[in-house]
C-alpha cells in the first residue's frame, strides 16, 4: 500500500468513534502523516456568503470567514476546481458529495508536489464524507453554518428538505430559499429513483408556524405516495386530503413533476403556481410548459377529482426552472419588481459565463437580495434542473 492508502485507511478506521469536533482534528492529523503542514475544513454559511472554518484550535486570526466572491477559497467553491496561491504553497481542494458542494479544504505545505496535491484531494473527498455522516446526528456543522437565529417555522422546514443539489451524470437538480432564517410556507424537495428524477414545490399560504407545518406535511404526503407507488395525481390528491383533514383552511399553490432522465420526458402538474419557464439554447420557450389553471391544494376539490397531468419532451442542454412567486413579486424600495425577466435573464447570463446550476441559483439569491435590500417579504424559493443526459444516452431530437 502506498503512504496515502495506510493514512486514509488509518483516518477511516479511528473516525468511526470520533465526535464531530474531533473531524477538523483527525484531518489535519493525516493531512501532516501526508506531507502536509496543515489542513483546515470550511463549509459555507447558510446564505452561502461566507466559507466558515470548522473548529480548530491553529485557525489563525482572520482565517475564521472568508468570503466566498472574493478568495480562493470561495473561488475553489464556486467553481468546484483546485486553486493555488502565487506562491504555490496553499492549495484550495473543493468538498463535494455526489454533485453537492458541502465545503473546501485549505492545505498548506513546503512544496505542494503532484503526488501531495494527489493525496490531498483523495483526502479531501474522505473529510467530505466524513463531514456529511457526523452531520447526520450532530449540530456542529448546522451551527457553523448559521450567523442568525432561526424561526420554529424555518427549523421546521429545514428539518424537511433535502439537501439543496442533486444529481448524476444525466442531470442536475438545485435550489434555493430566502429569506433562510425565516421561511414560512415555502419548500422544495427532490429526488432520484433510477432513471426518475421527481420534483415538488411548494408555497403555502402565510407567513407562520401553520404555514410550516402544512408544507412539511405536504411534502411528507408526496413522500409517502412516491415511495407506495403511486402517481402525481396521486401525490396531489393525498396532499389535497391531508391538508383537508389536519390543516384545514390552509391553501397551498404546487407543481409536482418527474423527469425521465433517459427519454427527456418531463410531466407535471401545476395546482395554482407559476408556470415551469424552458430554457433552451439561452432563450426561454414562451407558454411550453403552461397548462389549463388548476386551483391551489387544501380546497378539497382534487380530492375525487385529480388534477390535470401534462407532458413535454425535453431536448439534451434543456433548464426546467421552477420557482416561487416571492421571487418575481420581490420589490426594491422604490417599487420595482424582481421579475421574471430579470430571473431568467441572471439564469442565462450565468450558465453562459459556465457557472453550475448551484452556483447559478447562488448569484441569483444574491442579486434578489441586492434588489429589495435584504427585507424579503415574501418566501423565495427557486429550483433549476439540468437534463445533460451523456453520450450513451438516448439520442433524442425534435422534441417538446
Known amino acids: 500500500m502506498t503512504l496515502g492508502e495506510v493514512v486514509l485507511a488509518d483516518l477511516l478506521a479511528r473516525s468511526h468513534r470520533a465526535s464531530a469536533r474531533k473531524v477538523p482534528l483527525l484531518i489535519d492529523e493525516a493531512g501532516r502523516r501526508l506531507g502536509l503542514s496543515s489542513a483546515r475544513l470550511y463549509v459555507p454559511d447558510l446564505q452561502q456568503i461566507k466559507l466558515i472554518a470548522l473548529p480548530h484550535p491553529d485557525t489563525a486570526p482572520g482565517e475564521e470567514a472568508l468570503d466566498i466572491d472574493n478568495s480562493l477559497g470561495g473561488l475553489a467553491y464556486r467553481t468546484q476546481q483546485l486553486q493555488r496561491s502565487p506562491d504555490g504553497g496553499t492549495a484550495w481542494l473543493p468538498m463535494i458529495d455526489g454533485v453537492e458542494r458541502v465545503g473546501v479544504m485549505k492545505v498548506t505545505a513546503a512544496a505542494l508536489t503532484p ?7 483523495a483526502l479531501a473527498g474522505l473529510a467530505t464524507l466524513l463531514v456529511v455522516s457526523k452531520s447526520a446526528f450532530s449540530d456542529l456543522v448546522i451551527m457553523r453554518e448559521r450567523s ?10 429545514w428539518a424537511f428538505l433535502p439537501p439543496r443539489t442533486i444529481g448524476t451524470g ?12 425565516d421561511i414560512g410556507g415555502d419548500a422544495f ?3 432520484l429513483v433510477d432513471d426518475i428524477l421527481y420534483l415538488t414545490l411548494l408555497d403555502a399560504m402565510g407567513h407562520d408556524l401553520a404555514s410550516g407545518g402544512a408544507s412539511a406535511a405536504a411534502l411528507a404526503a408526496c413522500r409517502f405516495t412516491r415511495r407506495t407507488g403511486g402517481t402525481l395525481r396521486d401525490a396531489a390528491t393525498t396532499v389535497d386530503r391531508t391538508l383537508g383533514r389536519w390543516i384545514p383552511g390552509r391553501l397551498m399553490t404546487a407543481v409536482l413533476a418527474h423527469l425521465d432522465t433517459t427519454s427527456g420526458w418531463f410531466t407535471w402538474i401545476n395546482c395554482g403556481h407559476p408556470p415551469p419557464l424552458l ?8 407558454h411550453v410548459l403552461e397548462g389549463v ?4 391544494l387544501g380546497l378539497g376539490f382534487h380530492t375525487d377529482t385529480p388534477p390535470v397531468e401534462y407532458r413535454a419532451r425535453l431536448q439534451p442542454g434543456d433548464r426546467i426552472l421552477l420557482y416561487t412567486d416571492g421571487v418575481t413579486e420581490a420589490r426594491a424600495p422604490d417599487g420595482d419588481l424582481f421579475g421574471e425577466q430579470r430571473l431568467t435573464d441572471t439564469v442565462i447570463r450565468s450558465m453562459t459565463e459556465g457557472d453550475s446550476a448551484p452556483e447559478a441559483l447562488r448569484r441569483i439569491i444574491q442579486n434578489l437580495l441586492h434588489h429589495d435590500e435584504h427585507q424579503i417579504r415574501d418566501d423565495a424559493t427557486i429550483l433549476l434542473v439540468e437534463w445533460h443526459p451523456t453520450p450513451d444516452a438516448e439520442t433524442v431530437s425534435g422534441l417538446v
Open 148 to 157: 442568525n437565529a432561526m424561526t420554529i417555522q424555518a427549523e421546521l422546514l
Open 115 to 121: 503526488r501531495l496535491l494527489e493525496d490531498s484531494q
Open 293 to 296: 389553471p388548476q386551483l391551489p
Open 170 to 181: 444525466q442531470v442536475t437538480s438545485s435550489a434555493v430559499l430566502e429569506p433562510a432564517y
Open 189 to 191: 424537495d427532490h429526488n
Open 279 to 286: 430554457i433552451r439554447d439561452g432563450h426561454v420557450l414562451p
